[in-house]
């Protein structure tokens, strides 16, 4: 049987086209020029044949986009579209350039209700993304400015069209098509009265963007594998019983090509058991003597097993002060901390321990994450400080002898991967000390989570471990699924912000002068 269904199909321009291409810029463009010389259409095929592209409908040409090379620091600045075309139709086409610069979008009228322009500038936007331009630039006309030209400044009439006060057909849609006006460009089309020669400067950045590397090292990775101990509460017989015991996990990890691996938070927590004469406040600070060769211990394993170790927490004396601190000791050496911020209840009454008063985020090589200690996870706050530094990855190490202790880490964990467009990973503890006073159980279903939309499971859950459980669990995230999710998510929670309400909440403080 025929199918006689129209048929639209997409394709690069060749030289055979210019004939039908001529008469269709002719049909739009007949107020400012009509179509390009074919000399000019041959030269940009030539140019840059992969950027001329246009849409088929049952044979017919009934759209096209034309692209050029450009450097972004020379035409992300007020420029003139003499300086993109000269006088003799000549194409400024730059062969070494790093970004895209959209010459002309154009449909027929006949068939504008298709959505065909929002095609071609998808098409755009994946070449850009393939073959690693910057960005995409335009300068583009506002033709319904003339209308409004004794009442509204060229800012004002801006301003409306983004409020949808007024519509303008070419400024609308390419808002619509996630631009953003970066400029106001005066005179950049003379003779383009329906616009009084104005242009705006439009943008549309390409956040998988890599810059030129010089070295294998300096590659973003992206497809990060996460490991997490579910780790057992047990009795141990000395500190190399537990080093033990801890490097069966970091070795398992590492054969399974893990870039990290998590420990519960207090997860040296039997060491305690090694003299039970002690009380709570004893007990904790007997615990502590253990820390500083556990954390460099790990770290060896850390250098020796290739992977980076978030060491759960461990509590630790400084200048006769106890804090909770969890170590990120990297694969290269490095050793960071971060303190756990807000104590809980039972760390103050039982443990008499403090809070430490930075959170940051770290530089690893396999991404920018960060760490929040069990009740941390539970403050917004702390989240949102390190999603405005880039956060891609929270270790959330946690203790909870509850299901309902245990569901508020879970819960507020996944709010912050949400919210903070960032992967989070929960690691908890399970099993019993019946020898150690104030932690003799553990419930745990460690997990790891994701933002919530199509680009991720379902239910945002990448992988979570049985409840109560020893087990290891493994989550591979991609990195640069955030950075689609930032620009092109159904919602783009970080980017619609309210900072003039809020913002200063979340803002480093500085000291008055």
Known sequence: MDDNSPKLSLRTIEPTDYQELSELMNLVFHDVGGAWPRLTIMDLIHQFPDGQVCIEYNGKIVGAALTIKVNYNRFSLPHLYTDIINENNVIQNEVTGDAMYGLDVFVHPDYRGLRLGRRLYDARKELCRTHNFKAILAGGRIPNYHLHADTLSVPDYIDKVKRRELHDPILSFQLA??????????????????????????????????????????????????????????????LEDFLDQAEFFISSLSKYKADFALFPEFFNAPLMGLNNEHNSVEAIRFLASFSEEIKQRFSQMAVTYNINIIAGSMPVIEDGKLFNVSYLLQRDGEINAQYKIHITPHEVKDWVIDGGNEVKVFETDAGRVGILICYDSEFPELGRIMAEQGVQILFVPFWTDTKNGYLRVRLCSQARAIENECYVAIGGSVGNLPRVDNVDIQYAQSAVFSPSDIYFPHDATLTEASPNTEMIIFADVDLSKLKELNTEGSVTNLRHRRMDLYGGFTQPKTAPE
């Open 177 to 238: 098509n996630d631009f953003d006006v970066k400029r106001i460009m005066r005179g950049y089309l003379p003779e383009d009265n329906a616009s009084n020669g104005y242009a705006t400067l439009l943008e549309w950045d390409n956040f998988f963007y890599e810059e030129d590397v010089q070295s294998i090292h300096d590659v973003e990775k992206n497809l990060v594998r996460i490991g997490v101990v579910q780790w057992q509460m047990r009795a141990m017989n000395d």
